[in-house]
């Protein structure tokens, strides 16, 4: 059974930078995509970014891509997400994920999620 682990969030003031990590275990790592979603209250989940894990490959959300890096580390089978230019809008639980194949921002296209990693930034 894949899990996921992320860590890294935490309170952070306007024009701060945040490194969320997350760990992957219980999947084959090269054979999937690792994305990063968030969830503010009372919106939908959208999603940010996604790596592939067998080339690189990224994607991110095109309203969003311009302060956010997605990278890995494979050695550590681990997908970070660095968040810089910290807005207050981008408070949310910010959630990894992966999807079998290659990147995707579409959330039901992921098999495993982890537990979540709340972001709040104060102005």
């Known amino acids: 059974e894949g899990q996921l682990v992320e860590s890294g969030g935490g309170l952070v003031q306007a024009g701060g930078s945040l490194r969320l990590s997350c760990a992957a275990s219980g999947f084959p790592w090269n054979d999937y995509s690792i994305g990063w979603f968030r969830q503010a209250p009372g919106k939908e989940r959208e999603g940010v970014s996604c790596i592939s894990n067998s080339d690189g490959t990224t994607y991110y959300s095109d309203s969003l891509k311009a302060r956010f890096t997605i990278s890995s580390d494979n050695a550590k089978k681990t997908v970070y997400l660095q968040i810089d230019s910290l807005k207050p809008e981008d408070t949310a639980v910010y959630y990894c994920?992966?999807?079998?194949?290659?990147?995707?921002?579409?959330?039901?296209?992921?098999?495993?999620w982890g537990q979540g990693t709340q972001v709040t930034v104060s102005s």
């Open positions: 994920a992966a999807t079998w194949g290659i990147p995707s921002l579409y959330s039901r296209a992921f098999d495993y």
